[in-house]
């Protein structure tokens, strides 16, 4: 008797491992028996789309909601439920795979869980491939160095473990690229932030958190000038405080990150308290709705939990 149908899926405003690790999550699991379907929660952002086209790839099929087409789902690079589908609870989580934090989550039934602290989430994925002794086919290997990629900044970001290098080295000799040169044309494909409007650009990667009762955004942007990027200021803040209003958001961050220098320039809009609780978690100082984070680029590891700890 064939098994029940399955959707696998990252976080809502997919990055590129959100989407490439529910695809190579998806072949895995049907290889052991499962019958499942890759699907994303977005549109494409400018470096996912740089990629599945680079590699000839098809984009999995959009969905905003299960609206009853399944009744079991598996969740890779989140667990959060306001990161998830808005009917989630509607549904029966069979299988996580994450490597971020643990908030907001629970189940009724007992579930396969696997999180571990590693930069990338098909990293963990490449492992299970391994561990299952299923081969990776050449081209879910390149969306998943290209996850690797993205979510380390090319093995840069303080997230990155020997297990990331390992798995992106394996994964770029199967898929045949030079992680290097691939890796710097692809970033910088997602900095072209000219073609995108402000509001694109702050809903393009950004996450929600529930913060002890404090509602909180942060979004990021990656740049090769973040002065270019910061011409918008204006434009940045106006369209965030809009934002905050109808949502109900105490704090708002948007995260402009140089890929080069590895440092962020943050835009900081809120509460006065939240916005001082900002201050000191990340040990700066906000000046006209700016705050300068040298060395800061990821929101997960060097955003989240400082400024988690101090609500």
Known sequence: MPKEKELVFGHRNPDTDAVSAAVAYSYLQNQLGYNTEAVALGEPNLETKFVYNHFDAKYPRIISAIDGEVKKVMLVDH???????????????????????????????????????LGCVSTIIWKMYNENDVEVPAKIAALMASSIISDTLLLKSPTTT??????????AKTAGIDYEAYGLEMLKAGTNLDSKSTQELIDMDAKSFDMKGNSVRIAQVNTVDIDDTLKREADFVKDIKAESADKGYNLFVLLITNIL??????????DDSAVKTFEEALNTKVSDNKASLPGVVSRKKQVVPPLDAKF
Request: hydrophobic share 30%.
């Open 79 to 117: 667990n959060e439920k306001q990161q998830s589908v808005p009917d989630i609870d509607d549904v029966q989580i069979t299988h996580v795979v994450d490597h971020h934090r643990i908030a907001n989550f629970e189940t009724k039934l007992p579930l396969y869980y696997r999180a571990e602290p």
């Open 162 to 171: 020997d297990e990331d290098r390992a798995a992106l080295k394996s994964l």
């Open 261 to 270: 220098t590895s440092d962020t320039t943050g835009i900081i809009i809120g």
